[in-house]
């Protein structure tokens, strides 16, 4: 940045607003918490964001666009549509465990409601997959669900059930990590979530002895993703 040069307001409390989230947590959300942060008056908040629910709901959508971008971006395809499915679900997990803060906000499982102004979480939760950017976030799922059908290697099928079902799991399994339910999330990952993933995939329709390949295939491409939470 030149000498003189300006930060936009509103990035700097968006910026703090994600940084202030995962250190301490949804309490940290308030307005005078956040604008004190950075020199601000809570006025400013108003100005960019029509208050904390504006804010919030912005921290929301950019974290989607980020969850999505980031899946995109370290999961090339390959030959291989069940090896680029399963490398997608270790990006998936990576990012979740590197922002389990924003993850919770994101998805309704934390004070998701209060924050954003819904009278419930079940409420905030499902705003969250009918905006367009967690349609979008979804999308990369369920187009690697497709080419995964349309390659023969699942039954023949609606894609989004099978891609909710393997969001199901993941999430499931990612909610209780970032509980704590596990300790150890890598020995849990070897454990629970692998034999889980390669049934599930089995269950859909592949041979566990191609879906054991893939899954080799992705996990060394991406060797020890999980273990960065």
Do not use: C
Not at 77 to 88: V, W
Not at 166 to 178: D, N, P, Q, R
């Amino acid at each position: 940045m030149t000498t003189g040069e300006a930060i936009d307001p509103r990035d700097r409390l968006l910026t703090t607003a994600f940084r202030l989230l995962e250190e301490q947590g949804p309490a940290a959300l308030r307005a005078r918490t956040l604008t004190a942060e950075i020199g601000m008056s809570t006025m400013a908040l108003y100005t960019h964001f029509g208050g904390m629910p504006g804010l919030v709901e912005e921290i929301v959508r950019e974290g989607l666009a980020r969850f999505a971008a980031h899946v995109r971006s370290t999961t090339p395809e390959t030959d291989d549509p069940m090896e680029h499915l399963l490398a997608g679900g270790i990006a998936y997990g990576e990012f979740a465990l590197r922002n389990p803060q924003l993850y919770r906000l994101m998805f309704g499982v934390s004070d998701s409601a209060r924050l954003r102004g819904f009278a419930s979480e079940a409420d905030a939760g499902s705003a969250t997959w009918t905006m367009a950017e967690g349609v979008d976030t979804f999308s990369v799922l369920l187009q690697s669900v497709e080419r995964v059908i349309d390659d023969g290697r699942f039954y023949p099928q609606d894609a989004t059930a099978a891609a909710t079902q393997i969001l199901s799991v993941t999430h499931g399994f990612l909610l209780m990590a970032i509980g704590g339910f596990f300790g150890d999330v890598e020995r849990a990952t070897q454990d629970v979530m692998v034999p889980l993933t390669i049934n599930l995939m089995v269950g859909l329709g592949d041979k566990r002895e191609h879906v054991e390949r893939s899954l080799a295939a992705a996990v060394a491409n991406r060797a020890g993703a999980w273990s960065a939470a």
